[in-house]
């Protein structure tokens, strides 16, 4: 309405301003308005009288039309004025990064210059800063290793652990001090992020880990799944299996279920902390997550191919498993659009139906079969165990990992491995009436 009125307002000041323009152009004429008295301006009265009325009524035709144009811009406004009235349909804007959930991640560690790896990697294939804040937590107290992670300035959020002082151990645990500073760093840190931070989820990678270009891609995909799917309890970057050999490396999209917590570059969200920190072990806080009483039936997400490696040799394991499977762990190097991929066939229900009727429709074979097998027929195949020692015997022929936590082996689903020998899909499994882990194979 006060649109309206400002029109009208505006078109009567123009009327009134060209009629005002119009007396002073005729008053401007040479000789101004004719004087009646001069007997000369007499003889010329007539003529200039009949120029006068000319002009005016060319005045009046242009007064006219503007006065019409003015009619029309008002008869305008009143309909756009009217269909402001009638409320269009809503429009739904393309997802903003605003729209993103924020999702830290929290960098552990201690006395690794070598940290900057890690960093480099993390900072130049994160997608947004606000997205993916960047926390490095800094246990120790070493001073190179402090120097390093202050050299990225305002890049990363550098927090200490305040406690350093020595943690009383039982004495056959003496030599495992590291582990029991690991746990207390961890919990520490963790309370943090949920706790100072209140941050909602995060995902943990240690300080000798370098991740993959589409590291924060493959997080963000699957992220909504572990919000919405109460069997999971996790995502990790890791597959404890996945040798460069033992991999499809052209299949870097495939994704599965694990009962094994992989840990090595893993997202949690604030529930579970809320679930864990009452409880938090004093040492060995991975192999304590593997316990039955900590997973409670729930799986992790893990990948085909690792979207981190570890290049940390050196560490309180003293390079356990290092030198004879971790440095031969697959990085991949082709970015999959995971945002873009229809990831439901992770869900329970349906990952079972499908998972297990490949697994079981597979033909089985014998290890000597596979072992002369070379490699032409790339038909999924499967081996069966029937008991630990069964397990472990097949598991070190193939080079797959074969230690056991709680009964579960390394990147089992349901005690299924899935890996690729000699370019061919196998699948380690138990009998199909397979009836749950046994701990007691640990």
């Not at 000789?31 to 003529?47: C, K």
């Not at 927090?159 to 760093?185: A, M, N, T, W």
């Not at 052209?250 to 599965?256: D, F, K, P």
């Not at 356990?320 to 659009?337: A, C, E, G, M, S």
Request: contains cysteine; proline residues 7%.
């Amino acid at each position: 309405m006060l649109k309206k009125t400002s029109l009208a307002l505006w078109g009567a000041a123009l009327f009134l301003a060209w009629n005002g323009l119009l007396l002073l152009f005729l008053w401007s004429r040479p000789g101004g308005l004719p004087n009646s008295q001069s007997p000369e301006n007499s003889r010329l009265l007539p003529a200039q009288l009949l120029r006068l009325a000319q002009d005016a009524e060319a005045e009046l035709r242009l007064q006219r039309e503007l006065l019409l144009q003015i009619q029309k811009l008002s008869r305008l406004h009143q309909q756009h004025h009217q269909q402001q009235k009638t409320p269009e349909p809503p429009r739904i804007p393309a997802p903003s990064e605003a729209e993103f959930p924020v999702i830290p991640v929290l960098v552990l560690a201690c006395d690794r210059s070598s940290v900057r790896r890690c960093l480099d990697k993390i900072l130049r294939y994160r997608p947004s800063a606000r997205r993916f804040p960047v926390i490095v937590s800094q246990d120790c107290g070493h001073a190179e290793t402090a120097r390093v992670i202050a050299s990225y300035g305002q890049a990363v959020a550098h927090i200490r652990q305040p406690d350093l002082s020595d943690i009383p151990v039982p004495p056959e645990h003496r030599k495992f001090q590291g582990y029991y500073r690991i746990s207390r760093h961890y919990r520490w840190a963790l309370g943090q992020v949920f706790r100072t931070f209140r941050y909602r989820a995060a995902i943990v990678v240690e300080d000798d880990l370098e991740v993959a270009p589409d590291f924060f891609e493959y997080f963000q995909a699957v992220f909504p799944l572990l919000q919405r799917d109460p069997s999971l309890w996790c995502i990790s970057a890791w597959n404890d299996n996945g040798k460069e050999a033992m991999v499809d490396s052209a299949r870097a999209e495939l994704l599965y279920r694990t009962d094994f917590f992989p840990g090595l570059g893993w997202l949690l969200l604030a529930e579970l902390w809320d679930e864990l920190e009452p409880k938090w072990p004093p040492a060995f806080w991975d192999d304590w997550m593997r316990q039955p009483e900590q997973r409670r039936g729930r799986s992790c997400v893990r990948p085909e191919v690792s979207r981190t490696m570890t290049f940390g040799r050196k560490g309180v394991s003293h390079g356990q498993f290092f030198d004879q499977y971790l440095k031969f762990i697959k990085l991949n190097d082709r970015f999959v659009p995971f945002t873009q991929l229809d990831l439901s066939y992770l869900k329970k229900e349906e990952y079972e139906r499908f998972f297990l009727q490949q697994v079981y429709s597979a033909p089985e074979i014998q290890i000597e079969e596979l072992q002369k097998d070379p490699g032409r027929d790339s038909g999924a195949v499967r081996l069966q165990y029937r008991g630990r020692d069964s397990f472990k015997a097949l598991a070190k022929a193939l080079g797959l990992m074969d230690d056991l936590k709680s009964g579960v082996p390394r990147a089992g689903y349901r005690g299924i491995v899935s890996f690729v020998c000699r370019g061919r899909r196998v699948f380690l499994a138990p009998p199909s009436d397979w009836t749950g882990y046994d701990p007691s194979w640990s």
